[in-house]
């Protein structure tokens, strides 16, 4: 069983990530970051991936393009997962 308090402290941390994005413009979402090929949205987007698969829903079936920085299969998971949000909008993310 999981502790209530941390299902609260995981909430918290969704909030805060909601108002932090709330914040961003356009083009600060697409501001790329130290994660090689990736941006703000993509950081969040992989998040978001993550957390899908941790709450039992099936990956995407979107196939990335092949990307330098992109170096095991899990990577491939990873970018699959970001690049099928590439195309919406931060706020849409």
Do not use: Y
């Not at 402290?9 to 790329?32: I, V, Y």
């Not at 690049?83 to 706020?91: F, M, N, Q, T, V």
């Amino acid at each position: 069983m999981i502790p209530t308090d941390t299902i609260d402290k995981l909430a918290a941390c969704f909030a805060s990530l909601s108002e932090l994005g709330a914040q961003l413009t356009e083009s600060e979402w697409k501001t790329p970051t130290d994660c090689p090929g990736w941006t703000v949205q993509d950081n969040l987007s992989h998040l978001i991936g993550i957390e899908r698969v941790l709450n039992g829903l099936p990956g995407t079936s979107h196939r990335a393009p092949a990307s330098a920085h992109v170096k095991n299969p899990i990577g491939e998971a990873n970018e699959n997962e970001i690049d099928s949000r590439r195309g919406l909008s931060g706020a849409e993310v």
